[in-house]
């Protein structure tokens, strides 16, 4: 590669931590995350303790640096025990700086908590709770290869109520084997009624190395069944109060999920646990890093802590626009125009024929402060984030 | 210098899949030609092409040294043909070099319509031809009844003919001991001035223009001026020798020999296939006869994608002209694909395989338009055009009469399916001429309009008869006929490169199934794309693509990025594979809709 100027990377973005649980009681035939089915003798003590020994090998990528929002994800990170949890975020704190009331959120799934849970997960300091509900509907369920009825996810979200836990997300899918616009209003109707802070509903896609992308489920509905779907679920949740501010994420005023409005708006993390990518400026060598860890379990609690580390790596700087926008763009308020050269540390002249470009094509709104895509480029994201790749 | 005695120049007549290549191997393994080691499938299809579809597209040569049974030394001069009806042009060139061709006849198909076509240029061009019958180790093979075919449907003697498999190696040195007897040697005088015809030429990126050369009198060294006898331009001999097939350097090639020149011709047409090479300082009185000029029949636009590459398809389309004198070329201009050239070929497969090479050895990504023939016209003010570009066609009102090409096709299949080929034949507007049971096998002859014919006729043949039938054809004449230019309109819009020529009583149905197949090959679009099919301003069939209604990905949390740039960058590929016409993105697929038309039905 062609050396490249340092970037002009004057201040740090904001930091967030991202800790990934690799297995799960089942895995479901659509998803393609790094899970791995759930050994009877989890070696929690081993798990934990790597996580941290991750953690304090990044140390010095961030010295200083408080983190904002730590995010458990899977997997399903409700497996691990309460006390094991209690001693990992105990170990994070010693080793990093939290800002006050960082939103700390932990994923689960409703079939894996017994509801005296949480409350010792309230008390170990989770305080934003992501539950995989996917549906209410029994029938939508099991092809999904869901573990738990939708009785249980309600009972979860109340549980969870119960035990005090203020920030709730419901994880929810549509484009459901047989799904209609009536029965995917239906369960968007019970969602808002159990009145979450917090609505993530995205369409269920066919990701390459899955079951499903092998064998599709019977019934999927077609495209314009999933725009009618899609329409008429936007235009629910917006009545109720949901306010879409992601291409799937939806929420009430103020209860946006600070974590993923971090990672949309290119800020750093750092990512511990198996598979985990993290994303890092680094001011003084003038490039943006990723990270990557190996994505086995085995593989990983196999290795030292230096070799857990599969990849590190600058970012080219040619492709440093695409993926600034890969992300940004997906926010529907868009970004303000100086938090390009701020995340990015390239001039916006690198840009701006591209921006030009995209605003002729009616995909972007340019103002002096702000980029945002239109509704016409944000339905087409992919076609528009397309135009930033390098030739 | 090798007695004249002493060398048998010769090629294989042969259909596809009778196994020439094989047979052509195991000479050149019999007589040492490669090592083992060397020895790869079918040497002699050197281009790529060649070897993935099994058959032989340009002429190729081999000199094998053969020891006879009796102890006498010769030198065998094998040059290769092509097989299919396309290239006929080349046989007869491959064949001039010749003074003998073996026949090779599948023992378990029989004789094929190819065959009796190559076999008659043979004896016409005074050749002795011998025949083989391959692949007698199958169960099914059964020479006593491809033996009576031979001499029924060629009407050569075959009784004596050698049984062989060449992919055993039974009865490969019976048949090289059969073909030193039987082919006569060359006669020539190497004294006398020289004459040397050229074969073939072709640029080869390292040594420049090579040419394949059968010198028919005199003797040419290197060093040497020559002159090629066209241009009346000289050049010094660099480099003179054989293929064994290595190439491989001697000092001279006399009277009899076939072999390579390579001199220091730098541009691509300095050394025509079919001139005559002679002496600059002792030239020959006169040039050899050389080839019959070949008429290109279809014809089809080829563009760039990327319109910056106009130029290298020019220089790619010359240099592959250099050895394949029946591509066509010229400049065109179409408002939906800017600059290209308008190109002539033989045939379907001659055309799919000069876009293949431009693509794969020249990287050059391009768009076809559908095929076409040539058509007559004659004015109302009485003046003849010739018309190989259906946007070219003056309008209506300007024409007095428009006449297609018209072939006698001859087609060799077994009795039973007889009636699939008539149905297919009628179905193709084609008129009967005869019909002729020989052996178990029957020669159906018809008259055909050339236009049915490029469209799809090879492969339906070949459905209709499981593969049995097969096909010769020649050109007969120009003939009036009810035809008309179907156009397709793209959002309102004509696109110049989807027009076709149709006859008006398929206008309707070509038109709806064009306008479905358009649908079908059409992306969705970010909006509404109408596709009509129109005759004059005379809409005769209307479509709908509906508008995609988005492109997003669901999900995108900070992991793996890498994994959804690259189904972007895929995405973007593909687009730039397309053809913008309008706002609307056409893929080059769908510039040849009106080949796949019919097809799965």
Redesign the interface.
Known sequence: MDPSPPLQLRVNPPLSLYIHFPWCVRKCPYCDFNSHPLPTDLPEQAFVDALLADLEADLPTVWGRPVGSLFFGGGTPSLLSPEALDRLLQGIRALIPLVPLAEITLEANPGTLEAGRFAELRAAGINRLSIGVQSFNNAALAPLGRIHSGEEARAAVEAARRAGIENLNLDLMFGLPGQTPASALSDLRIATDLAPEHISWYQLTLEPNTPFAHTPPPALPDEDQLVAIQEAGEAHLAAAGYGQYEVSAYARAGWQCRHNRNYWLFGDYLGIGPGAHGKLTSPAVGCIERTRRVAHPNDYLARSVPQRLAERSPIAVDLLPFEFMLNALRLKEGFPLALFADRTGLSPATIAPTLQAAEQKGMLQVTAERIAPTLHGWRFLNDLIALFLPD | MTDLKRIRNFSIIAHIDHGKSTLADRFIQYCGGLTDREMSEQVLDSMDLEKERGITIKAQSVTLTYTAPEGDSYQLNFIDTPGHVDFSYEVSRSLSACEGALLVVDSSQGVEAQSVANCYTAIDQGLEVVPVLNKIDLPAADPDRVIDEIEEIIGIEAHEAVRVSAKTGIGIPDLLADLVKRIPPPEGDPQAPLQALIIDSWFDNYLGVVSLVRVKQGTLRRKEKMLVMSSGRTYQVDRLGIFTPKMQDTELLAAGAVGFVISSIKEIDGAPVGDTITHADRPAPKALPGFQQVQPRVFAGLFPINAENYEDLREALGKLRLNDAALFYEPETSQALGFGFRCGFLGMLHMEIVQERLEREYDLDLISTAPTVVYEVETTKGELVRVDNPSNLPPVNQIAEIREPIISANILLPQEYVGNVITLCVEKRGVQKGMQYMGRQVQLTYELPLNEVVLDFFDRLKSVSRGYASLEYSFKRFQAAELVRLDILVNSEKVDALSIIVHRDQSQTRGRELADKMRELIPRQ?FDVAIQAAIGSHIIARTNI?A??????????????SR??KL??K??AGKKRMKQVGAVEIPQDAFFAVLHVGKDK
């Open positions: 970010m509906k995609l209604r988005k492109n997003v990905l669901a999900k995108c949390y900070g992991g793996d990025v959804k740039r972007l960058e995405q973007k």
